[in-house]
């Protein structure tokens, strides 16, 4: 249990010590976006101010489609 213990530990810092590196950027598709979430093969983007929501293709940022929350 010890030796698995020391891997994780191994495994974690390795992780978190990692040097992270920017893939590919674009711009938003809206001027306040205030969350950002990937799922079901889109990168979706939600605008707290005008309470639009973006679903982007991940590859180059096109908005595929994006709706209004209507509360």
């Given amino acids: 249990m010890r030796g698995l213990y020391f891997l994780m530990t191994v ?3 390795c992780i ?3 040097d992270p590196q920017v893939v590919l ?3 938003a598709p809206d001027t306040n976006v205030s969350g950002l979430g ?3 093969g889109s990168l979706w983007a939600v605008d707290r101010t005008t ?3 973006y679903e982007l ?4 940022g ?4 994006s709706w209004y929350l209507a509360a």
């Fill in 25 to 27: 950027s674009f711009d």
């Fill in 57 to 60: 293709d991940p590859a180059n």
């Fill in 62 to 65: 096109d908005v595929l489609d």
């Fill in 16 to 18: 978190c010590t990692g």
């Fill in 11 to 13: 495994v974690i810092a």
């Fill in 38 to 40: 990937y799922g079901a």
């Fill in 51 to 53: 309470e639009f929501v």
